[in-house]
């Protein structure tokens, strides 16, 4: 069983930045892929970016440039660099685990066994 929790949400203006973190559970860590996805207010929960065991990164294309996901395995964190933050992007953040990768579906909830509860990011206009 894996438990993760998200941190670091808040309150930012348009252009701001934030740096979430994702603490999990478990010994085996390091060898999850973790993803974060976000889900506004009346719409569906979308993929963000990923990290895959060894480091690897995947961003979602709105985001490729402004965030960076990152991994510390010793603190077995992951984390989510966010910058140039958008009014849109305003939306609960999880963090999520899962014990396989699949470059075909790392981009879908489905993917993903563990989930956080989420940290609430608003960025103003």
């Known amino acids: 069983q894996v438990q993760l929790v998200e941190s670091g949400g808040g309150l930012v203006q348009a252009g701001g930045s934030l740096r979430l973190s994702c603490a999990a559970s478990?010994?085996?860590?390091?060898?999850?892929?973790m993803g974060w996805f976000r889900q506004a207010p009346g719409k569906e929960r979308e993929f963000v970016a990923a990290?895959?065991?060894?480091?690897?990164?995947y961003y979602a294309d709105s985001v490729k440039g402004r965030f960076t996901i990152s991994r510390d395995n010793a603190k077995n964190t992951v984390y989510l660099e966010m910058n140039s933050l958008k009014s849109e992007e305003t939306a609960v953040y999880y963090c999520?685990?899962?014990?396989?990768?699949?470059?075909?579906?790392?981009?879908?909830?489905?993917?993903?066994?563990?989930w956080g509860q989420g940290t609430q990011v608003t960025v103003s206009s």
């Open positions: 990290v895959t065991s060894s480091g690897a990164t």
């Open positions: 478990g010994r085996t860590f390091s060898s999850y892929p």
């Open positions: 999520a685990a899962s014990t396989r990768w699949s470059f075909i579906a790392y981009q879908l909830m489905g993917f993903y066994e563990y």
